[in-house]
């Protein structure tokens, strides 16, 4: 087609209204009309789809666009019908239609009146489709989400795989590649597997400067940040993501119960149900949903202020795709992220199944996610350099957005380190990925390492004088600087650039920040929580501290009968002024609230009140009763003394998880008699010597308890008596 016949903005006014192109747009248009195979990566809401519509409604023929969601084809098919009188200017062809449907959609192809067919990738292998769209015209051919096509993409199909040869049928037609996401590996990946090595490609830049990036670290209080940044953000849409349905089901119930309007939605959720959801959200009905990543495909609502990632993602394509719906109009966005390590390892256990290649690229598309959550240099940069962009994080546009560059890490002078890591990566040959080259700079042997001989040369340990953790950090912000690079076949190894060679030689100032840690142990986490939120107020703590020993001392009774650690704790972040909400914080039900509350409440609301303090009452986290039900039952079969292992399997609990749920009963104030249980294990005497133990000493440890025992009494009997204890002392 001549393309000075044509005015494509006047087309472009005539069929979807605008004036002008955004972007790569005009170019991409210009290239497809004039018959070139083309390729493009547009980030989500870069206004990827009209690259091909405009190009389709106005050339001859039918365009095939190959998509993988059947939701995504509906929502496309009815924009492009809503341009035209005509219904049949576009169609899906998928497994949904009927046979009569079907003899319509090949009438209106044959007419001339189809000029976008939308297909599924398994259709277009059908002979019947294959050979009907031989012998009609074919403008082109576009393949939409084409990442699907690379096992090193975060979304591999691979029925993907065989759409090269299946177009080949269809005779000489121009493809068009589309994604919203690829690093420098899978953009070599499609090209190479839809076989057009020279199709003109069209990059449009991945920086998005109006999203904030944070990343904060994963405690047992993540509900309540959540809220509390939800609430901070009142009536602003966000989307939070979590990795498991039932995960999705319980946060979306807990934001309901503490009063933000939110909705679930993922796979397990019938159509109709999912449908709703998506449009309560699309209409404003309410401002969250909590989705696992099936959530959001196409969904282009563009006012969306945050997006949370409950748990870490597996790749940082989906990382990346996931904030980019936060917004699209350019407005503020800001993207949060919890990270604990535990999770990670969770994601490496699931992956452990799949075979081995599977696994090789699941773990080093995983370690890149780690080395976003862990690094402190700008995420900006590190983002962009992963997809193959350059940034300057002093004067790009959206420098500052980034908890990193906002709380900069102190740096410290590492140019002779970084020498002396580019040596060792030359002088090994390029055979060692980064876990290698610092076992070798800190001297540690691996098999690896053995079968290289690398263990007898001088360079062997030559970096001894620095940890582990300082090694990786570096190796991300020199790979990131560009000394190095990581081989692209052999996903993970490390070469010396040109640019890195050329460092040896002239060595200049390399100014490096040290890696955030994130070692939360499980009882820390609760005070760390406290200190990331702006502190549990130390001055509060020491007074109930004191108040504490006073009621204990008057009761005749250790301290932590009347109030774990962690509670007050949470009392002194929380500022509790009532029974209610004192029944709220952390180990405390409303048993313990009623007994011992009451001259804690006095003296929270005396402290408040001296000190013009502002309570955070946004902080008191509602439960939402799911768990009750559990303990309702446990209470009432307690009480009618059944046996512990029949409410354990009756519940579906192990014996160690019912275990916990007693403790938490007990601990938050409600009497449990299981002497009946005990009597089976101990005799008198046994539970007399323990119940002493606990009542002289000033902790409920179990381990100093096991310590101070030696072997007399097994984990069970002591968390058994420790139960019967504290319901009979503290409740």
């Known amino acids: 087609m001549n393309l000075h016949e044509i005015d494509i903005h006047k087309e472009l006014k005539k069929y979807f209204g605008f004036s002008q192109f955004k972007g790569l747009q005009e170019q991409v248009i210009k290239s497809i009309i004039t018959g070139n195979s083309t390729f493009v990566i547009m980030p989500t809401g870069g206004g990827k789809s009209l690259c091909y519509q405009l190009p389709a409604l106005i050339q001859e023929g039918t365009a095939i666009v190959v998509s993988p969601l059947i939701a995504l084809m509906k929502n496309q098919v009815d924009a492009i019908r809503s341009l035209s009188s005509e219904n049949g200017i576009a169609h899906v062809l998928n497994s949904s239609l009927n046979k ?197 495909m196409g969904i282009d609502k563009p006012d969306v202020r945050f997006v949370i990632h409950h748990d870490i993602p597996k790749s940082l394509e989906s990382y990346y795709q996931e904030t980019g719906r936060g917004g699209r109009d350019g407005g503020e966005g800001h993207c949060m992220a919890y990270y604990s390590y535990k999770d990670v390892e969770k994601l490496e256990k699931f992956m452990s199944g799949k075979p081995i290649a599977e696994q090789e690229i699941g773990f080093a598309l995983l370690q890149e996610v ?31 957005m980034d908890d990193n560059v906002r709380n900069p890490k102190t740096k410290v002078e590492a140019m002779n380190q970084v020498v002396k890591l580019l040596k060792v990566v030359r002088d090994t040959k390029h055979l060692y990925k980064s876990k290698e080259i610092i076992y070798t700079l800190i001297g540690k042997i691996n098999a690896v390492i053995k079968a290289h001989k690398t263990d007898s040369q001088s360079l062997f340990g030559s970096g001894i004088d620095f940890e582990e953790r300082y090694w990786m950090a570096l190796i991300r912000q020199v790979l990131v600087e560009g000394y190095l690079s990581k081989d692209i076949e052999t996903y993970g190894i490390l ?152 409410i354990a399997s009756a519940k579906g609990l192990t014996m160690d998880a019912l275990i916990k749920e007693l403790e938490q009963i007990v601990y938050s104030g409600t009497k449990l008699n299981i002497k009946y249980w005990i009597d089976e294990m101990l005799d008198d005497e046994q539970q007399e010597e323990i119940y002493d133990y606990f009542m002289e000493s000033n902790s409920d440890n179990i381990e100093e308890a096991l310590n101070e025992f030696d072997g007399e009494y097994d984990l069970d009997e002591l968390r058994f008596m420790r139960i019967k204890f504290i319901s009979e002392v503290a409740n």
């Not at 009536?235 to 309901?256: D, F, M, N, P, T």
């Not at 100014?511 to 609760?526: G, R």
């Not at 929380?574 to 009451?598: F, L, Q, R, T």
């Open 495 to 646: 070469k010396v650039t040109d640019k890195g060679l050329d460092f040896i030689k002239n060595p200049t100032s390399f100014m490096m920040s040290e890696d955030h840690e994130y070692n939360e142990t499980e009882d820390e986490a609760i005070v760390t929580a406290a200190k990331a939120t702006g502190a549990a107020d130390e001055v509060l703590m020491t007074m109930l501290r004191d108040l504490r020993k006073k009621v204990a001392k008057k009761l005749g009774v250790p301290p932590f009968v009347v109030f774990q650690d962690p509670s007050l704790e949470d009392m002194a972040l929380k500022y509790p002024i009532s029974i209610d909400e004192m029944s709220n914080v952390h180990g405390v039900g409303e048993g313990k609230a009623k007994k011992y509350g009451s001259e804690f409440i006095e003296l929270i609301s005396r402290y408040v009140d001296d000190n013009d303090i502002v309570r955070p009452d946004d902080l008191v986290v509602k439960s939402t009763g799911v768990n009750s039900i559990n303990k309702l039952y446990i209470i009432q079969n307690v009480d009618r003394k059944l046996s512990l292992e029949d």
């Open 370 to 400: 780690v080395a976003y959550a862990e690094t402190s240099i700008s995420r900006r940069k590190f983002l962009l350099h992963y997809f193959g962009e350059e940034f300057d994080s002093e004067t790009g546009d959206g420098a500052d």
């Open 100 to 296: 009569t449907e079907i003899n319509q959609v090949k009438k209106d192809i044959t007419s001339g009146l189809t000029k976008l067919l939308y297909v599924a990738p398994e259709s277009l292998t059908k002979e019947e489709y294959v050979s009907f769209l031989k012998n009609v015209k074919i403008s082109f051919v576009a393949i939409d989400e084409a990442h699907c096509i690379s096992e090193w993409g975060h979304d591999f199909r691979p029925e993907y795989r065989n759409l090269r040869s299946i177009i080949k049928q269809l005779g000489d037609v121009p493809i068009i590649g589309l994604t919203a996401t690829a690093t420098p590996k899978v953009q070599e990946d499609i090209l190479k597997n839809l076989d057009i090595p020279n199709a003109k490609t069209f990059k449009a830049s991945f920086n998005r400067p109006n999203l904030y990036y944070e990343v904060r670290t994963k405690t047992k209080n993540i509900e309540s940040d959540i809220i509390r940044f939800i609430k901070q953000h009142k009536g602003k849409s966000g989307i939070i993501y979590c990795l498991s349905r039932k995960k999705v089901e319980a946060i979306a119930q807990v934001l309901q119960v503490n009063g933000v309007s939110a909705v679930p939605y993922h796979a397990g959720l019938d159509a109709k149900t999912r449908a709703k959801h998506q449009d309560m959200f699309l209409m404003e009905d309410v401002d969250v949903v909590v989705a696992t990543i099936a959530f959001g």
